[in-house]
């Protein structure tokens, strides 16, 4: 399990993304690969020297107000999320205006009748289900790649990522949301926290279990800090948001459990296919999106919204306090890195949820 505890040399933030596109590079092979790494290692470089330090913005008269509300707590929500447990950075001290309204573009794909998807190898991160592009023309190119491979492709802009310690990450402008009104707030102390438990704990290949333990905390924890820092309005504004997630996300997953059992049964693929078109036309009409919802979509929300039993088991059983259950999650360390080792998808988080219910039960039996 890579948590990111080990020291590491002091070097600069440039040359620390210089000395990561090289690593990139010599760990991966072919001109995609290398191609790729390039982009990252300078779409990261110019994100550290575009930063500003957020004390500076919040004094210079030329801030907007609400903009500087926002910066304003975000020293709070560190802070808040330390207390809990979370691991102690220096990401979040800067902050980048960008030129566009995604950190990066993400692009992810599935087989026609299958919601498991492809996954791209990483010598850090280990297998991942996604691919993110900092130009939008480089992943739409990617895209219509996978495309031509005959796969479900999605392709999603995400306001923010983690480098997993080893950048300090700055806040970026994407994270502040200008859509969502008296709900910024709550959605940037989710965004900042959510972010922070990657940088705290991190399973290499196992993006299921990362997304979710990131948002099961996150979700967990920015209620408490509303309660003491924000307006009621913004309170408000913040359950109302996410009473309608919570029912958006109920209903995607009813549609892939729906797909799920479809994809694995015995009917012919011409059947598969018309009656995924149907469901998948149903759920378009009920949303009305304007991005189109396929396999890749569905898998992308399942992700981030997989099934948090073994999460709420094991805080249940340390009785409520994050640092029993951060120190829980750091003992299972060694424990699930053997049987992890060729699992992935559904498998891999049947075991997961497995590992953490007998933590949870081995932690009530010592009480």
């Known amino acids: 399990m890579p948590l990111r505890s080990a020291r590491r040399p002091a070097l600069s933030p440039m040359s620390r993304a210089f000395a990561c596109a090289v690593l990139l590079c010599l760990s991966l092979t072919g001109c995609f690969s290398v191609n790729y790494a390039l982009q990252a290692g300078a779409g990261e470089f110019t994100l550290l020297t575009s930063a500003r330090p957020i004390d500076d913005l919040i004094d210079r008269p030329g801030t907007p107000a609400r ?71 480089a992943a739409r190119d990617f895209a219509r790649s996978l ?52 940088a705290t704990i991190y399973v290499a290949g196992q993006s299921s279990f990362n997304e979710g333990l990131a948002e099961f905390v996150a979700g967990k924890l920015t209620p408490g800090y509303l309660a003491q820092h924000a307006s009621s309005r913004e309170a408000r504004a913040w359950a109302s948001l996410q009473e309608r997630s919570a029912a958006l996300e109920k209903q995607l997953h009813a549609v892939s459990a729906r797909l799920d059992a479809l994809y694995l049964s015995a009917a012919p693929d011409a059947e ?25 979509v569905l898998a992308g929300y399942r992700t981030y919204s997989t099934d948090r039993r073994g999460f709420s088991e094991l805080l249940d059983a340390c009785g409520g306090d994050w640092h029993c259950f951060f120190d829980s999650l750091r003992a299972l360390d060694r424990a699930w890195r053997g049987p992890l080792r060729d699992l992935s998808g559904a498998a891999a988080d049947a075991k997961i949820d497995a590992m953490l219910l007998e933590k949870a039960r081995e932690l009530r039996a010592h009480r």
């Open 67 to 137: 903009l500087q509300r926002l910066l304003a707590s975000v020293a709070s929500v560190k802070a808040y999320g330390e207390s809990m447990g979370l691991k102690p950075t220096e990401s979040y001290q800067r902050y980048t205006q960008l030129d566009r309204p995604a950190a990066v573009w993400v692009v992810s794909a599935c087989p026609e009748l299958s919601l498991e998807p492809r996954l791209f190898d990483f010598p850090i991160a280990g297998a991942v289900p996604y691919l993110g592009w900092f130009e939008l023309r």
């Open 147 to 198: 495309e031509a491979q005959h796969l479900d492709v999605s392709l999603r802009g995400a306001p923010a990522y983690s480098t997993l310690g080893w950048f300090n990450d700055p806040l970026l402008s994407s994270m502040i949301e200008p859509a969502v009104g008296e709900a910024a707030l709550g959605l940037l102390v989710k965004t900042i926290l959510h972010e922070s438990v990657h």
């Open 272 to 296: 598969k296919r018309a009656r995924k078109q149907a469901e998948l036309s149903a759920l378009q009409a009920q949303l009305h999106w304007r991005r189109p919802v396929n396999n890749a």
